[in-house]
Protein backbone atom coordinates (compact mmCIF):
# COMPACT_ATOMS: atom_id res chain seq x y z
CA UNK A 1 0.00 0.00 0.00
CA UNK A 2 2.70 2.54 0.34
CA UNK A 3 3.45 2.27 -3.28
CA UNK A 4 -0.02 3.29 -4.05
CA UNK A 5 -0.38 6.18 -1.46
CA UNK A 6 3.21 7.33 -3.46
CA UNK A 7 1.26 7.38 -6.75
CA UNK A 8 -1.85 8.67 -4.98
CA UNK A 9 0.63 11.77 -3.54
CA UNK A 10 2.20 12.54 -7.46
CA UNK A 11 -1.14 12.43 -8.61
CA UNK A 12 -2.25 14.88 -5.98
CA UNK A 13 0.63 17.35 -6.87
CA UNK A 14 -0.58 17.29 -10.17
CA UNK A 15 -3.84 18.42 -9.21
CA UNK A 16 -2.38 21.08 -6.93
CA UNK A 17 -0.19 22.34 -10.09
CA UNK A 18 -2.73 22.94 -12.12
CA UNK A 19 -4.65 25.13 -9.55
CA UNK A 20 -6.87 22.96 -7.21
CA UNK A 21 -6.63 23.37 -3.86
CA UNK A 22 -7.02 20.41 -1.02
CA UNK A 23 -9.69 20.28 1.17
CA UNK A 24 -9.58 16.87 3.26
CA UNK A 25 -10.24 13.51 3.12
CA UNK A 26 -12.31 10.81 1.64
CA UNK A 27 -12.73 7.45 3.60
CA UNK A 28 -13.39 4.65 0.81
CA UNK A 29 -14.59 1.27 1.58
CA UNK A 30 -15.39 1.90 5.45
CA UNK A 31 -18.76 -0.21 5.21
CA UNK A 32 -19.45 -3.92 4.93
CA UNK A 33 -21.90 -3.21 1.66
CA UNK A 34 -19.01 -1.15 0.17
CA UNK A 35 -16.35 -3.98 0.69
CA UNK A 36 -18.83 -6.56 -0.45
CA UNK A 37 -20.07 -4.87 -3.65
CA UNK A 38 -16.38 -3.91 -4.62
CA UNK A 39 -14.39 -7.08 -3.17
CA UNK A 40 -12.46 -4.87 -0.94
CA UNK A 41 -11.24 -6.10 2.61
CA UNK A 42 -9.79 -3.22 4.02
CA UNK A 43 -10.58 0.93 3.57
CA UNK A 44 -8.43 3.38 2.17
CA UNK A 45 -8.20 7.48 2.11
CA UNK A 46 -8.50 9.51 -1.21
CA UNK A 47 -7.80 13.29 -1.50
CA UNK A 48 -10.90 16.06 -1.69
CA UNK A 49 -10.23 19.26 -3.45
CA UNK A 50 -11.85 22.01 -4.23
CA UNK A 51 -12.54 21.28 -7.62
CA UNK A 52 -14.68 18.37 -6.17
CA UNK A 53 -17.40 19.99 -3.88
CA UNK A 54 -20.81 19.94 -6.02
CA UNK A 55 -23.83 22.18 -4.64
CA UNK A 56 -26.95 20.03 -4.22
CA UNK A 57 -28.99 19.26 -7.36
CA UNK A 58 -25.90 19.64 -9.37
CA UNK A 59 -25.84 18.07 -12.68
CA UNK A 60 -22.59 16.00 -13.61
CA UNK A 61 -22.80 16.53 -17.09
CA UNK A 62 -18.74 16.51 -17.64
CA UNK A 63 -16.21 13.99 -18.73
CA UNK A 64 -16.71 11.28 -16.15
CA UNK A 65 -16.24 8.22 -17.81
CA UNK A 66 -18.31 5.76 -15.40
CA UNK A 67 -19.98 7.45 -12.69
CA UNK A 68 -21.46 5.80 -9.61
CA UNK A 69 -23.02 7.90 -6.42
CA UNK A 70 -23.23 6.72 -2.91
CA UNK A 71 -24.88 8.81 0.34
CA UNK A 72 -22.34 9.53 2.98
CA UNK A 73 -21.77 11.72 6.13
CA UNK A 74 -19.71 14.86 5.67
CA UNK A 75 -18.09 16.48 8.50
CA UNK A 76 -16.31 20.14 8.52
CA UNK A 77 -13.89 20.17 11.89
CA UNK A 78 -13.77 23.42 13.83
CA UNK A 79 -10.56 22.30 15.36
CA UNK A 80 -7.64 20.60 14.27
CA UNK A 81 -7.80 16.74 14.92
CA UNK A 82 -4.26 15.24 15.38
CA UNK A 83 -3.84 10.79 16.41
CA UNK A 84 -4.02 8.56 17.46
CA UNK A 85 -7.66 10.09 18.17
CA UNK A 86 -10.63 8.64 20.02
CA UNK A 87 -14.34 9.03 18.73
CA UNK A 88 -15.03 11.55 21.40
CA UNK A 89 -11.89 13.73 20.34
CA UNK A 90 -13.39 13.57 16.47
CA UNK A 91 -16.49 14.65 18.04
CA UNK A 92 -15.13 17.56 20.17
CA UNK A 93 -13.27 18.68 16.58
CA UNK A 94 -16.44 18.55 14.24
CA UNK A 95 -18.35 21.88 13.62
CA UNK A 96 -20.81 20.71 11.43
CA UNK A 97 -22.15 17.55 9.70
CA UNK A 98 -23.74 17.24 6.37
CA UNK A 99 -25.39 15.22 4.07
CA UNK A 100 -23.38 14.43 0.73
CA UNK A 101 -23.83 12.44 -2.28
CA UNK A 102 -20.50 11.25 -3.34
CA UNK A 103 -19.74 10.32 -7.12
CA UNK A 104 -17.12 8.67 -7.81
CA UNK A 105 -15.48 7.28 -11.01
CA UNK A 106 -12.46 4.99 -11.68
CA UNK A 107 -9.94 4.83 -14.14
CA UNK A 108 -10.69 0.52 -13.91
CA UNK A 109 -13.10 -1.40 -16.66
CA UNK A 110 -16.54 -1.97 -14.90
CA UNK A 111 -14.63 -1.20 -11.19
CA UNK A 112 -12.97 -4.11 -10.93
CA UNK A 113 -9.64 -3.69 -9.15
CA UNK A 114 -7.29 -4.44 -5.90
CA UNK A 115 -7.23 -2.02 -3.39
CA UNK A 116 -3.95 -1.00 -3.84
CA UNK A 117 -5.30 -0.10 -7.83
CA UNK A 118 -8.30 2.16 -6.11
CA UNK A 119 -6.07 3.50 -4.02
CA UNK A 120 -3.72 5.07 -6.58
CA UNK A 121 -6.47 6.15 -8.43
CA UNK A 122 -7.52 8.45 -5.51
CA UNK A 123 -9.99 5.97 -3.76
CA UNK A 124 -12.04 6.81 -6.86
CA UNK A 125 -12.68 10.14 -5.79
CA UNK A 126 -14.48 12.84 -8.13
CA UNK A 127 -17.41 15.15 -7.28
CA UNK A 128 -18.92 15.31 -3.80
CA UNK A 129 -22.65 16.84 -3.73
CA UNK A 130 -23.03 18.50 -0.59
CA UNK A 131 -26.37 19.15 1.06
CA UNK A 132 -27.46 20.68 4.46
CA UNK A 133 -26.90 20.44 7.90
CA UNK A 134 -27.42 16.77 10.21
CA UNK A 135 -27.33 17.10 13.79
CA UNK A 136 -24.61 16.22 15.47
CA UNK A 137 -26.83 14.32 18.34
CA UNK A 138 -27.14 10.71 16.88
CA UNK A 139 -25.77 10.95 14.18
CA UNK A 140 -24.54 7.04 14.33
CA UNK A 141 -28.30 6.06 14.10
CA UNK A 142 -29.53 8.40 10.97
CA UNK A 143 -31.32 6.14 8.39
CA UNK A 144 -30.60 6.80 4.58
CA UNK A 145 -32.40 6.26 1.66
CA UNK A 146 -30.71 5.91 -1.56
CA UNK A 147 -33.29 6.52 -4.17
CA UNK A 148 -32.80 6.20 -8.35
CA UNK A 149 -35.06 8.09 -10.80
CA UNK A 150 -37.51 7.80 -8.41
CA UNK A 151 -37.16 4.23 -6.98
CA UNK A 152 -35.62 3.60 -3.34
CA UNK A 153 -32.85 0.96 -4.15
CA UNK A 154 -31.06 0.75 -0.93
CA UNK A 155 -31.27 1.66 2.64
CA UNK A 156 -29.03 2.16 5.13
CA UNK A 157 -28.15 4.49 8.29
CA UNK A 158 -24.87 6.49 9.09
CA UNK A 159 -23.41 3.93 11.30
CA UNK A 160 -22.29 1.74 8.58
CA UNK A 161 -18.87 3.59 8.19
CA UNK A 162 -17.12 1.93 10.91
CA UNK A 163 -19.76 1.84 13.33
CA UNK A 164 -20.66 5.67 12.78
CA UNK A 165 -18.88 9.42 11.24
CA UNK A 166 -17.22 10.32 14.54
CA UNK A 167 -15.44 6.78 14.75
CA UNK A 168 -14.40 6.83 10.78
CA UNK A 169 -13.02 10.44 11.27
CA UNK A 170 -10.78 9.17 14.60
CA UNK A 171 -9.46 6.23 12.35
CA UNK A 172 -8.54 8.97 9.83
CA UNK A 173 -6.70 11.02 12.38
CA UNK A 174 -4.68 7.96 13.55
CA UNK A 175 -3.74 6.57 10.33
CA UNK A 176 -2.48 10.34 9.38
CA UNK A 177 -0.21 10.50 12.19
CA UNK A 178 1.48 7.13 11.20
CA UNK A 179 2.83 9.45 7.97
CA UNK A 180 3.35 12.67 10.24
CA UNK A 181 0.33 14.81 9.44
CA UNK A 182 -3.03 15.60 10.88
CA UNK A 183 -6.50 17.30 9.95
CA UNK A 184 -6.35 20.89 10.45
CA UNK A 185 -9.16 23.02 11.34
CA UNK A 186 -11.06 23.40 8.55
CA UNK A 187 -11.00 20.49 7.17
CA UNK A 188 -13.76 18.76 5.05
CA UNK A 189 -14.10 14.61 5.28
CA UNK A 190 -16.28 12.06 4.00
CA UNK A 191 -16.90 9.38 6.23
CA UNK A 192 -17.52 6.26 4.08
CA UNK A 193 -20.61 5.13 0.91
CA UNK A 194 -23.17 3.94 3.60
CA UNK A 195 -24.89 1.96 1.01
CA UNK A 196 -23.81 0.40 -2.35
CA UNK A 197 -23.64 3.03 -5.47
CA UNK A 198 -25.99 3.75 -7.99
CA UNK A 199 -24.65 3.97 -11.61
CA UNK A 200 -25.68 7.44 -13.16
CA UNK A 201 -26.43 7.36 -16.78
CA UNK A 202 -27.26 10.46 -19.09
CA UNK A 203 -31.23 11.77 -18.06
CA UNK A 204 -31.00 9.97 -13.95
CA UNK A 205 -31.44 11.79 -10.98
CA UNK A 206 -30.14 9.91 -7.98
CA UNK A 207 -31.25 11.29 -4.29
CA UNK A 208 -30.35 10.47 -0.71
CA UNK A 209 -32.60 11.12 2.03
CA UNK A 210 -31.28 11.37 5.28
CA UNK A 211 -34.13 11.04 7.68
CA UNK A 212 -35.82 14.68 6.44
CA UNK A 213 -32.95 15.86 4.30
CA UNK A 214 -32.75 15.10 0.52
CA UNK A 215 -29.69 15.53 -1.42
CA UNK A 216 -29.75 15.12 -5.11
CA UNK A 217 -27.49 15.29 -7.83
CA UNK A 218 -28.42 14.66 -11.52
CA UNK A 219 -27.15 14.28 -15.26
CA UNK A 220 -27.43 15.78 -18.26
CA UNK A 221 -29.39 13.79 -21.17
CA UNK A 222 -28.42 16.43 -23.56
CA UNK A 223 -25.58 13.87 -25.47
CA UNK A 224 -24.45 17.20 -27.29
CA UNK A 225 -24.03 18.92 -23.79
CA UNK A 226 -21.72 15.88 -22.74
CA UNK A 227 -19.51 16.03 -25.75
CA UNK A 228 -18.61 19.43 -25.62
CA UNK A 229 -18.43 18.98 -22.34
CA UNK A 230 -15.65 15.86 -22.88
CA UNK A 231 -14.44 17.98 -25.73
CA UNK A 232 -13.63 21.33 -23.34
Not at 16 to 36: C, F, H, N
Not at 162 to 185: D, S, V
Request: glycine share 10%.
Amino acid sequence: MKSAYHVQRIVDARRVAAGERPIGWKLGYTSQAMRREMGIDSPNIGTLTDAMLLHDDADIADDLVQPRVEPEVGLRLRRELRGPATEEDALRAVGEAVGCLEVVDSVWRDYRFRIEDNTADGSSAARVVVGGALSLEHLAALPVLLVHNGTRIAAGNADAAMGGPFRALAWLATELAKRGAHLPAGSFVITGGLTPTAAIQPGDVVEAVFDRLVVRVRRSANEDTLSGARDG
